[in-house]
């Protein structure tokens, strides 16, 4: 059973950097992965996905201010995060970009306040 336990959330002033990582056990991380993050009161969005060649594609939003990558060997899928706005706080999740999605992580908190 494939298990996701994402890391590096924490609480960064605007503009600010950070630097978050997932690591997926079991089988399947040769899929396109994308990171996810959902926003209180807001619905669960798609900002950032990477092909297993590495192609990748990112929501307008975070377009110039986010990398994905990733590390098929170690099976883990990063983030990193610049120029950090308010409205980047959310749960941020790793998951496929595609259906069947596995099962949910806890996620890991991105607060982005002064």
């Known amino acids: 059973q494939v298990q996701i336990v994402e890391s590096g959330g924490d609480l960064v002033q605007p503009g600010g950097s950070l630097r978050i990582s997932c690591v997926v056990s079991?089988?399947?991380?040769?899929?396109?992965m994308g990171w996810y993050r959902q926003a209180p009161g807001k619905q669960r969005e798609l900002v950032a996905s990477?092909?297993?060649?590495?192609?990748?594609e990112y929501a307008d939003s975070v377009k110039g201010r986010f990398t994905i990558s990733r590390d098929n060997d170690k099976k883990t899928l990063d983030l990193q995060m610049s120029s950090l706005k308010p409205e980047d706080t959310a749960v941020y999740f790793c998951?496929?970009?595609?259906?069947?999605?596995?099962?949910w992580g806890q996620g890991t908190q991105v607060t982005v306040s002064a």
């Open positions: 998951n496929r970009k595609y259906h069947p999605l596995y099962n």
């Open positions: 079991g089988s399947g991380f040769g899929r396109s």
């Open positions: 990477i092909s297993p060649e590495d192609d990748t």
